[in-house]
Each structure stands twice: as structure tokens, then as C-alpha cells.
């Protein structure tokens, strides 16, 4: 589960156009964080990658990637510097669990990861 951060600000502050563009930037980047998996765009902001093959096989590296481009960038857009932010959760499907309660679990780890960004990179109220 991903999620990017203070879209609502750079929304209010500068526009949709380039709150958009965090959105966009996102699914540019997760395909080639997560080659060997699936990548959703699942609405609004969020994203959900159901990891296989060789990501899966190494989802710690895969997660120090993530961490590296998306826990916090400023990228340029029409003038604008923009703080890219995503935050993310995982969950490994258990057995006899049903799919909701994993995405569950995935979302409580990235509400988590979000706190930890935000309280790292001094985002509250940004």
C-alpha cells in the first residue's frame, strides 16, 4: 500500500494541476522500484503493489529503493519545487487470511510509515 503525502497541500497551495503531478510522478516511479510485480493506481493518491518473483524474493532491497526515491524528494514542476513524499506499508498474505485483512494490515504499517516521514522530514502542517 502507498500513499502520497500532503497532496492536499501542494493541491491547496499551488493546484490540482500540480498536486497531479505528484500523482502522476508516482506511477512513474513504482514500475521501475517493483519491476517483476503489479502496480495499481487504486484511486486518488493511493497505489497498491502486489509484490511476486524476484521483488518479492527480495523485499527488503525493494523497500531501501522505495525508501531512497519516495520517502522524500523535491523534484521541479513548471517553476514550482514540489516535496515528493510517499509513505508505505506492507503485509505478506497469510494463509487462510482473507485478502481484505492483509490490506488491512498493509495500510496500518504505511499509516505508521506516514507518521514516521512526516515527523522525520518536519511535514505536520505542511
Request: charged share 30%; aromatic share 10%.
Amino acid at each position: 500500500m502507498m500513499d502520497v503525502n500532503n497532496l492536499k497541500n501542494t493541491n491547496d497551495r499551488y493546484g490540482h494541476r500540480y498536486g497531479c503531478h505528484l500523482v502522476v510522478h508516482c506511477g512513474e516511479v513504482l514500475p521501475a522500484i517493483f519491476p517483476n510485480s503489479k502496480v495499481f493506481h487504486v484511486g486518488g493518491d493511493e497505489f497498491v503493489a502486489i509484490l511476486q518473483g524476484e521483488d518479492l524474493k527480495n523485499l527488503s532491497a525493494c523497500l531501501e529503493e522505495f525508501d531512497r526515491q519516495c520517502e522524500y524528494q523535491l523534484i521541479e514542476f513548471e517553476g514550482k519545487t514540489l516535496i515528493f513524499s510517499v509513505a508505505r506499508g506492507y503485509a505478506i498474505y497469510d494463509k487462510g487470511e482473507r485478502f481484505q485483512e492483509t490490506i488491512q494490515r498493509a495500510d496500518k504499517d504505511m499509516y505508521r510509515h506516514k507518521m514516521a516521514i512526516k515527523a522525520k522530514h518536519n511535514l505536520k502542517g505542511r
